[in-house]
T-cell receptor, first 115, second 111 residues
Framework: DGGITQSPKYLFRKEGQNVTLSCEQNLNHDAMYWYRQDPGQGLRLIYY???????QKGDIAEGYSVSREKKESFPLTVTSAQKNPTAFYLCASSIAFGGARDTQYFGPGTRLTVL | EDQVTQSPEALRLQEGESSSLNCSYTVSGLRGLFWYRQDPGKGPEFLFT???AGEEKEKERLKATLTKKESFLHITAPKPEDSATYLCAVQLPTGGFKTIFGAGTRLFVKA
């Protein structure tokens, strides 16, 4: 089955630690995205990648980093510089970025909690 | 400022009681409007994309419509399994094709 997988489902971080969230897709999509979801707010874009070896900052990139070495994979690192990282993190992909008629499909999410 | 607002924040219905969710937007342009369903603790599930005013799409008990300033998600004779948060998102035609999400409407359907 084609789809997007995220791991782990739950992640706990201690103060000062960097943690990495995994996102893999087998949909052959070019574009991938990372969003953060907080209660009562809309999804906010952290980073996006239009194509392999390219990525751009979204609205709230501070304290986060990404890489896109393979088309299927777009891991997100939450660094110690991110002051309030507790949230639900969602990875998405689309056929192409800014395509004529494009739709983003989401993974199941990772819930990150700072201890 | 580009903005997407969903109302109401929460809606409680009895099974079979039809209603509508609203997504209003003030944006510089519309490339597409998306509706998603999200169950607690899970990722959003794609429902519909609408591209131009007057367009309508249907899926089972759900029907989405679009005007120049807002979209409605109509739910006909809802069942308890329709309980979820419904998200609306607008994709802009400029500025890197940014997608702006509303905060969602939480729907509760009681048997």
């Amino acid at each position: 089955d084609g789809g997007i997988t995220q791991s782990p489902k739950y992640l706990f971080r201690k103060e000062g630690q960097n943690v990495t969230l995994s996102c893999e897709q087998n949909l052959n999509h070019d574009a991938m995205y990372w969003y953060r979801q907080d209660p009562g707010q809309g999804l906010r874009l952290i980073y996006y990648s239009q194509i392999v070896n390219d990525f751009q900052k979204g609205d709230i990139a501070e304290g986060y980093s990404v890489s896109r070495e393979k088309k299927e994979s777009f891991p997100l690192t939450v660094t110690s510089a991110q002051k309030n990282p507790t949230a639900f993190y969602l990875c998405a992909s689309s056929i192409a970025f800014g395509g004529a008629r494009d739709t983003q499909y989401f993974g199941p999410g990772t819930r990150l909690t700072v201890l | 400022e580009d903005q997407v607002t969903q109302s109401p924040e929460a809606l409680r219905l009895q099974e079979g009681e039809s209603s509508s969710l609203n997504c209003s937007y003030t944006v510089s342009g519309l490339r597409g409007l998306f509706w998603y369903r999200q169950d607690p603790g899970k990722g959003p599930e794609f429902l519909f994309t609408l591209y131009s005013a007057g367009e309508e799409k249907e899926k089972e008990r759900l029907k989405a419509t679009l005007t120049k300033k807002e979209s409605f998600l109509h739910i006909t004779a809802p069942k308890p399994e329709d309980s979820a948060t419904y998200l609306c998102a607008v994709q802009l035609p400029t500025g890197g094709f940014k997608t702006i999400f509303g905060a969602g409407t939480r729907l509760f359907v009681k048997a």
